[in-house]
C-alpha cells in the first residue's frame, strides 16, 4: 500500500504542483502579470533606496500607477482585482504598507495618459536616469508580453501533462495486464480452457508468443536478448510516446521576451521537455526493478517481463537526460562562450549535480551491457547500486532551486527502494522465525555434477507454492551480500527421508544420526520442519563457490549457514489443462518435480508428458529413481518421461534408468525434437500447456512450435506456453 500510495503522490505532483497548470490561461489572466513585467525593468526614482529583496511594486508608486494605467488602457480591470488582492498580501508580508487602490488613477485623463512616456519593444531606460514619473507600455509591447506568457504558460502546461503521461501509460499497461490476468483466470476456472477461441488463438499466435523477429527470443543476439513481440509493441508504443511528447506541445512566438530567437526558444523548450519527462521516469525505472513489484502481484507477469521494461525505460530516460543536458550546454555556450560555461561549472552547484546526474546514468546504461550482466553479475550489481545512488544524489540537488516542486520524483524512488529492502528481511524472517542461522545441506556429486540443496522451512504459515523462486546467499563465505534466485524443486514433509540423509554416513556419525532420528540433538528442530530442496548445477561465480563448499565435504552434506528470501513468482495455472508437456534441459527439470504433487492433488490433469534433455546419466538415473519415482507414485493421471542422453553418455545410462516407475521411461540419443513433441501434443482435442525450462534455443524451438500450432487449421485443442527461466 505504501508504494501504491507514493506512485499516488508522483501523479499529485504532476498534476497539481502548480495552480497554472491546472487550467488554460486566457488573455485576461495574463494581462495583469503582462503589465507587471513591463514595469518590472524599468528604474523609478523613488524605488533607488528601497532593498534589492522588496518586490518593486511594493515600495515604488509610480510603478504601481504604471501598471495600473497599463490595465486602464488593455484590461478589463474587475478581472485584475483577485490577482492584485494577492499582490497586496505579498506587500504586507514582506513588511510594507501594502498597494494603494485603484483609484489614485481616477484623476489621470487620457490627455495626461499620452503625455507620458510610452515605453516600446526594444526600449531601453538608463539606469543612470531613471524615470520621475510614471510609464505606459506601447501596445507592441503589451501584446509581446501577452504572447510571451501565453506561450511559456502553454509549455508548462504540455511539460506536467506529458509528465504525467509517462506514469499513466505504465498505469494503463498494468491495468490491462491485470484485467487480462482477470479474465484468462475466469474462463479457465468457467470450463473454457478446453475450446479453442479464435479471437484469443490469433493473438497469441501474432502478438503474444512469437519472438519480435524471426526466431530468437530466449536466445541473445549480438547486444543481448530480444523481447517477446508483446513486450516489445510495448516499449515501441512507449518510445515513440516519449518522442512524440518531446518534439510536440510547443509554441513559438515571433517576438518572444524571455527567448529572442527562434532557436532559442526551441532549445529551451525541448531541454525543459526533455528533463521532466526523463525525472518524471524515475519512479517507473525503480518500482521494475525491484523484487517486490506491486506491478507483478497484479498482473502476474514474471521479474524477467519487468525487468526488460525496466531497462528500456531507463535507457529512454538516460537518452532523454542527454538531451536536455546537451539543450542547455548550448544554450549556456550560446551566450557567453567557454568563459560563461566555465563559470557555470563554478558557481552553479545545480548544474553541476545535474552534469554529474547525466553522467552516472550514461555510465549505468554502459554498465549493463548483456555481457557483463552474464560474466561478471557482481560487478555490474555493485556499479548498479552504486552509480543508481549517485543519481539520485545528484538529482536532488539538480531539483534543488525549485523549492521542492520536483522532490516527489525523487523520494518517491527512495521509498520504494526502502520498502523492498524491508519486504525482503520480512520475507527472511517468515522462513525462518527463530534467532538461529538457517542451516542447510549441501551435497555434491562429482558423477551428476549437481548440488542438492536441503534448507529447512521452520514457518507453518508460510505457503509455498509450486514454480516459486528464492533468493539465497551463503553467509560461509566472504561474499555473503550476494544473492541469487533459484526454482524450488521440492517441499518435503517433516520426518520424511531425504536424498541426502539416504547417503552413506561416516561411522563416526551414525550415533549422532539416530540421536537426530529420535528427535534429539540441534537437528531435531530441523527434522520437524519441511524441507525446501534446490537443484543446482556450478556454473560459475556463486553457483562455483557452491559447488566447492559442498564438494568439500563429499560423500556427507556439507553444512551450510544460508539466508532464505521468498517465495516469488507466481504459480501456473497448469492444473486447469486437460494436457500438460514439459520440455526441460539439465536442471530445468525442477519445474516438472515442483508442480507433480500440485497436479496429483488437483486431479483435474490427464496426462503428463516429460521431455528431459540430460548430459549427466548419473543425474538422470539418481533423480527418476527418487525424487521422479516418490512424485509419480502419488499421480492419478497418464505420466511418461522420455529422457534424451548426449552420444557418449547414453551407453552408460541403460542401467541407470530402469528403476521400476509408474508411467514410461524412454531413452533416447541426441537432442529432443521439440517442434515435433509439441505439434504431436496439439493434434489431440482438449487443453495443452507447453511448459518449457531449458537453453535458449530449446525455449525458442518451442515458443515457434506453439505459435506454429496455433495457426494450423486442424488444431482443435486450446494451446498455452509457459516459459520458466533456466539462467537467470
Not at 528601497?50 to 480591470?77: G, H, M, N, W
Not at 520536483?406 to 522465525?433: E, G, H, T
Not at 490427464?606 to 521422479?628: K, N, P, T
Request: glycine content about 8%.
Amino acid at each position: 500500500m505504501k508504494l501504491l500510495s507514493w506512485l499516488a503522490s508522483a501523479l499529485c505532483w504532476c498534476q497539481l504542483s502548480r495552480h497554472a497548470a491546472a487550467k488554460a490561461s486566457t488573455p485576461s489572466d495574463l494581462c495583469l502579470p503582462s503589465c507587471q513585467n513591463f514595469v518590472r525593468g524599468l528604474p523609478f526614482r523613488d524605488s533607488e533606496s528601497s532593498p534589492a529583496a522588496t518586490p518593486q511594486l511594493c515600495v515604488s508608486r509610480l510603478a504601481i500607477i504604471s501598471v495600473y494605467l497599463c490595465l486602464e488602457i488593455y484590461c478589463d480591470k474587475a478581472a485584475s482585482e483577485p490577482e492584485l488582492a494577492i499582490l497586496n498580501d505579498t506587500c504586507v508580508a514582506a513588511g510594507g504598507a501594502g498597494i494603494p487602490p485603484l483609484s489614485i488613477i481616477s484623476n489621470y485623463t487620457a490627455g495626461d495618459i499620452e503625455r507620458l512616456q510610452h515605453v516600446d519593444v526594444g526600449d531601453e531606460i538608463p539606469r543612470g536616469q531613471p524615470l520621475t514619473e510614471p510609464a505606459v507600455p506601447s501596445f507592441a509591447l503589451y501584446k509581446s508580453w501577452l504572447d510571451t506568457l501565453d506561450a511559456v504558460g502553454y509549455v508548462n502546461r504540455q511539460h506536467y501533462a506529458y509528465g504525467t503521461a509517462m506514469i499513466l501509460f505504465w498505469l494503463a499497461v498494468v491495468a490491462f495486464g491485470a484485467m487480462a490476468r482477470i479474465t484468462s483466470l475466469a474462463l479457465r476456472c468457467l470450463g473454457n480452457s478446453s475450446r479453442r477461441c479464435t479471437p484469443n488463438s490469433w493473438l497469441k499466435r501474432h502478438l503474444v508468443l512469437p519472438a519480435t523477429f524471426g526466431y530468437k527470443s530466449a536466445t541473445a543476439a549480438r547486444l543481448g536478448t530480444i523481447p517477446p513481440r508483446i513486450q516489445t509493441l510495448t516499449l515501441l508504443a512507449f518510445a515513440l510516446i516519449n518522442l512524440f511528447f518531446s518534439m510536440h506541445g510547443y509554441r513559438i512566438v515571433p517576438v518572444n521576451l524571455y527567448f529572442p530567437t527562434r532557436t532559442r526558444q526551441i532549445l529551451r523548450y525541448v531541454s525543459d521537455r526533455t528533463g521532466i519527462i526523463s525525472f518524471a521516469n524515475f519512479p517507473i525505472v525503480w518500482l521494475f526493478g525491484m523484487r517486490n513489484n506491486v506491478a507483478i502481484w497484479l498482473t502476474g507477469w514474471d521479474f524477467g517481463t519487468y525487468n526488460n521494461f525496466h531497462r528500456w525505460v531507463a535507457r529512454i530516460s538516460t537518452a532523454q537526460a542527454v538531451v536536455h543536458s546537451i539543450g542547455y550546454t548550448v544554450l549556456v555556450f550560446h551566450d557567453g562562450g567557454w568563459e560563461y560555461y566555465v563559470a557555470w561549472w563554478t558557481h552553479q552547484m545545480y548544474w553541476v549535480a545535474g552534469q554529474v546526474a547525466t553522467v552516472a546514468m550514461c555510465a549505468l546504461v554502459a554498465c549493463s551491457i548483456y555481457w557483463l550482466r552474464r560474466r561478471r553479475y557482481e560487478l555490474f550489481l555493485v556499479t548498479h547500486i552504486c552509480l543508481s545512488i549517485i543519481v539520485l544524489v545528484a538529482m536532488l540537488g539538480h531539483v534543488s532551486i525549485f523549492n521542492g516542486e520536483y522532490d516527489a520524483l525523487f523520494w518517491v524512488p527512495v521509498v520504494i527502494w526502502l520498502c523492498d529492502r524491508a519486504l525482503r528481511v520480512l520475507r527472511i524472517v517468515l522462513f525462518n522465525p527463530g534467532v538461529t542461522p538457517t542451516t542447510a545441506a549441501a551435497t555434491y556429486n562429482p558423477a551428476t555434477n549437481m548440488v542438492r540443496l536441503e534448507i529447512p522451512c521452520r514457518s507453518r504459515a508460510l505457503k509455498i507454492k509450486p514454480g516459486t523462486h528464492f533468493y539465497l546467499s551463503l553467509l560461509d563465505h566472504g561474499r555473503a551480500w550476494e544473492s541469487h534466485p533459484f526454482t524450488v524443486a521440492s517441499v518435503t514433509s517433516p520426518g520424511a527421508k531425504t536424498p541426502c540423509e539416504q547417503l552413506p554416513l561416516l561411522d563416526t556419525d551414525r550415533a549422532e544420526a539416530e540421536e537426530q532420528d529420535r528427535g534429539g540433538g540441534a537437528g531435531g528442530a530441523e527434522r520437524r520442519a519441511r524441507l525446501v530442496t534446490f537443484l543446482i548445477r556450478p556454473f560459475d561465480g556463486f553457483t562455483a563457490r557452491l559447488g566447492q563448499l559442498a564438494a568439500a565435504e563429499w560423500p556427507r552434506p556439507a553444512s551450510l549457514r544460508v539466508t532464505v528470501d521468498g517465495p516469488y513468482g507466481h504459480g501456473l495455472p497448469l492444473h486447469l489443462f486437460d494436457r500438460v508437456v514439459f520440455v526441460v534441459g539439465g536442471s530445468g527439470v525442477v519445474v516438472p518435480l515442483s508442480y507433480m504433487k500440485a497436479l496429483a492433488e488437483a486431479g483435474g490433469t490427464r496426462s503428463v508428458q516429460l521431455h528431459w534433455a540430460v548430459r549427466e546419466a548419473a543425474f538422470a538415473a539418481e533423480l527418476v529413481s527418487a525424487d521422479m519415482a516418490e512424485a509419480a507414485a502419488q499421480t492419478s493421471f497418464d505420466f511418461s518421461v522420455d529422457l534424451y542422453l548426449s552420444a557418449e553418455t547414453a551407453g552408460g545410462a541403460a542401467g541407470g534408468t530402469d528403476t521400476p516407475m509408474p508411467g514410461r521411461v524412454a531413452r533416447h540419443c541426441g537432442r529432443p525434437g521439440v517442434r515435433e513433441i509439441v505439434l504431436s501434443a496439439s493434434e489431440a482435442a482438449g487443453s495443452l500447456a507447453v511448459v518449457v525450462c531449458g537453453p535458449a534455443q530449446m525455449a525458442d524451438d518451442a515458443r515457434s512450435a506453439v505459435v506454429q500450432a496455433l495457426g494450423r487449421d486442424d488444431c482443435l485443442c486450446h494451446v498455452d506456453y509457459f516459459e520458466e527461466k533456466f539462467r537467470w
